[in-house]
């Protein structure tokens, strides 16, 4: 059981727009920075957002992160076919002192 | 270039010790918090630990506190995760991570490739 929680999977068409949410409490995701990764199989992950919705250089500018109270949003337009992969959420909490992750999502391009 | 490189994995045997090892370079080692996040066989990814960028401080995941030691030597540019107890749930792939958790990492993050680990009697 995640502290973090992603809904399990979300598919869209190609060109659709697609949200993940996270959602988390008070002591994770409502006082500390959100990040958020892609995994494609078999690879390490890559950062997508950090700080709750800032892009590393190289990421498109159709992700985009967000953040409201005790939950947050990763989104993005214009769906790719190599968009498919595994979404993971993750913040540090205060009161565990521990980095969580949410469960993960998979998303499919119909 | 960030650069991060694990050693250590390899196939265990329940209630051994291994150790280990993720070399740093292309950046100041000694100026960033590490992590060490792991990936069960068809799971998601799981946090193992943290250590301070002065290695002073350590967190743990519950799964692992009490059995996992994560340490640093910054005059070597290495991580190191010693293991004990292992089990066949410790099974995983482990990676080196730098994770931008607030603003004093200026945005930087990588993960090495990851060393795989296999718990097998």
């Known amino acids: 059981q995640s502290v973090l929680t992603q809904p399990p999977s979300v598919s869209a068409a190609p060109g659709q727009r697609v949200t993940i949410s996270c959602s988390g409490s008070s002591s994770n995701i409502g006082l500390n920075y959100v990040f958020w990764y892609q995994q494609l199989p078999g690879t390490a992950p890559k950062l997508l957002i950090f700080e709750d919705n800032k892009r590393p250089s190289g990421i498109p500018d159709r992700f985009s992160g967000s953040k409201a109270g005790t939950s947050a949003t990763l989104a993005f337009s214009g769906l790719q076919t190599g968009d498919e992969a595994d979404y993971y959420c993750g913040v540090w909490d205060t009161s565990l002192g521990a980095v969580v992750l949410g469960g993960g999502t998979r998303l499919t391009v119909l | 270039q960030v650069q991060l490189v694990e050693s250590g994995g390899g196939e265990v045997q329940p209630g051994t010790s291994p150790r280990l090892s993720c070399g740093a370079s292309?950046?100041?080692?000694?100026?960033?918090?590490m992590n060490w996040v792991r990936q069960a066989p068809g799971k998601g990814l799981e946090w193992v630990a943290h250590?301070?960028?002065?290695?002073?401080?350590?967190y743990y995941a519950d799964s692992v506190r009490g059995r996992f030691t994560v340490s640093r030597d910054n005059s070597m540019n290495s991580l190191y995760l010693q293991m004990h107890s292992l089990r066949a749930d410790d099974t995983a792939v482990y990676y080196c991570?730098?994770?931008?958790?607030?603003?004093?990492?200026?945005?930087?993050?990588?993960w090495g490739r990851g060393t795989t680990v296999t718990v097998s009697s």
């Open positions: 250590v301070s960028y002065h290695g002073k401080l350590t």
């Open positions: 991570a730098i994770i931008p958790l607030d603003p004093t990492y200026r945005a930087l993050n990588a």
């Open positions: 292309g950046f100041i080692f000694s100026n960033y918090g």
